[in-house]
């Protein structure tokens, strides 16, 4: 008789929770996934995926417009909010069967319900009414619950906004948006807003939004947001929220109010560890909250291991899915493996989108202290037919002691679509003698980035270089 009812007990079926389960079953091992919500987690549900359906339907404005230029007669274009909604509910159900579907066909048994940690090794799973259901024993347990939105709960009104999570199922579109933050989440619903015909205002604390990206890109996408619509307020943050009779009313630090139907804050995830019974298992959290663990995703328990958002190392799917993979290698191949960091390719699915890999100019210039850059700005050929104002950036930066290639920052059309394949040559360290014979294809815009032979040296550096 085993000593565990299981020989992995995985809490959370999102990215990482499912590949690891998926992969460790498939060795012959005995695993259980408990999920309090649905199946797949943040990036399916109310994440990546849904985004990317939001994405897609709200540049079709864009795309409207451009037609127009190519002799295209189209009549006046109108969207439907409540038929895309149902369309994309129902994708997301069936992509959510399939994760399920997965599981079983690995082997590994789905529970449902909140699941906590009596013990190292003994998970309690509790019903709906918050009493516990089943106790379960498992020689490993996996923590990959991933993060939860975070809103500041001592502002005034805080109670009237809406956040990601909500964006995703309005009843309605709102006719005016104020979008609080200047990450990810922000500037992409920023632009799916304006893209479905919203009147969008950004609000972000700092100087420029999506910060820790290059500079370049930064000032970029302010100016192509801006283009678009989006109304960008820098250097300040809300002071309190109040329901009007037609709106609510956003008072701002620096004095400006302005009254919007929706306010939406994106300013930041949290990892989710609430009521896990960590410290029953002696599973100890860093200063910022998340999961503690060593270079193999284990925790401070020998037994216990945590992947994705709630160790709040990369907070992408791509990476908890390489973490659950490295994990499985480790605790149950007798491989133990690391995934490795750097060069991780991302992109914002902003409009237009921006994908990156590698240093920014300053964190580079910081590493190597002299860096060579090369940046050039153009009109997309397809915009420039139709006298678009869209600009494309494509900016690579190299180390001129090995000539390696560093970072490559693209804002513009497939962007994110470039930086992928961009990626591998950065990650196989390509070098920029390389990439310049590398063979343009024309026409595209993605030749731009093999063209580049002129050194760029940015305004406040040119008296020193
Ligand atoms: P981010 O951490 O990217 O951005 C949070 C934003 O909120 C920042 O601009 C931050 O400002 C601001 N902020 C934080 N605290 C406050 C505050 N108290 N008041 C006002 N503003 C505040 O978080 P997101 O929520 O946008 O996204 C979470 C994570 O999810 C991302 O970091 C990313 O890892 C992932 N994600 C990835 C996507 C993708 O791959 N395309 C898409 C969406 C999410 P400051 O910069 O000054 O700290």
């Known amino acids: 008789m085993a000593q565990y009812d299981y020989d992995l007990f995985v809490i959370g079926a999102g990215s990482g ?136 709960e001592d502002m005034p009104g805080i109670e009237h906004v809406i956040t990601s999570n909500e964006a995703f199922h309005l009843p309605k579109l709102p006719k005016s948006i104020l979008i609080a933050g200047g990450g990810y989440i922000a500037v992409e619903f920023a632009g799916i807003f304006a893209g479905l015909g919203s009147d969008v205002t950004l609000v972000y604390r700092g100087p420029n939004i999506l910060r820790g990206f290059d500079d370049d890109v930064r000032a970029h996408l302010t100016d192509q947001l801006t283009k678009r619509g989006v109304r960008i307020i820098l250097g300040t943050q809300h002071e309190a929220i109040e329901k009007t009779e037609s709106g609510l009313m956003n008072r701002l630090t620096n004095g400006i109010t302005c009254e919007t139907e929706q306010v939406m804050f994106a300013v930041g995830r949290r990892p989710y560890v609430d009521g896990l019974g960590l410290e029953k298992a002696g599973v100890a959290l860093t200063e910022s909250g998340a999961v503690k663990v060593d270079e193999f995703s284990r925790t ?49 699915f902003s409009q237009p989108p921006v994908g990156s890999v590698g240093l920014t100019e300053h964190d580079a210039r910081q590493a190597f202290g002299k860096v060579d850059v090369y940046l050039s700005r153009f009109r997309p050929m397809k915009y420039a037919f139709t006298g678009g104002e869209e600009r494309m950036l494509m900016k690579v930066i190299v180390n001129p002691a090995n000539d390696r290639v560093v970072g490559v920052h693209i804002v513009g059309p497939e962007a994110p679509e470039m930086i992928q394949m961009v990626g591998i040559a950065v990650k196989a360290g390509v070098t920029k003698t390389v990439w310049d014979s590398t063979c343009a294809l024309h026409p595209t815009l993605a030749e731009e980035i093999v ?5 760029y040296v940015p305004p406040e550096l040119q008296a020193a270089e």
Not at 451 to 455: A, G, L, N
């Open 17 to 152: 929770g499912v590949r690891a389960a998926r992969l460790t079953a498939m060795t012959g091992r005995k695993v259980a996934v408990a999920e309090e919500f649905r199946v797949g987690g943040t990036c399916v549900i109310r994440g990546c995926v849904p985004k990317k359906f939001m994405v897609y339907a709200s540049e079709f404005a864009h795309h409207f417009k451009t037609a127009k230029g190519y002799g295209w007669t189209i009549p006046e274009p109108s969207f439907n909010w409540t038929d895309f909604i149902t369309a994309k509910d129902i994708e997301i159900a069936r992509l959510s069967g399939i994760y399920t579907a997965n599981l079983g066909k690995a082997g590994a048994d789905l529970i449902h319900g909140k699941a906590r940690l009596a013990d190292a090794h003994t998970v309690e799973v509790l019903g709906k009414d918050g009493k516990v259901e089943r106790t379960i024993t498992a020689d490993q347990v996996l923590i990959a619950t991933g993060g939860k939105v975070w809103v500041p």
């Open 300 to 348: 401070t328990a020998s037994n216990i291991w945590a992947v994705g958002d709630v160790t709040d190392r990369v907070n992408l799917t791509p990476v908890a899915i390489r973490e659950a993979v490295a994990f499985v290698e480790t605790a149950f191949k007798n491989n133990p493996s690391k995934f490795d960091y750097n060069d991780i390719p991302t992109a914002v």
């Open 451 to 455: 063209t580049m032979r002129e050194k």
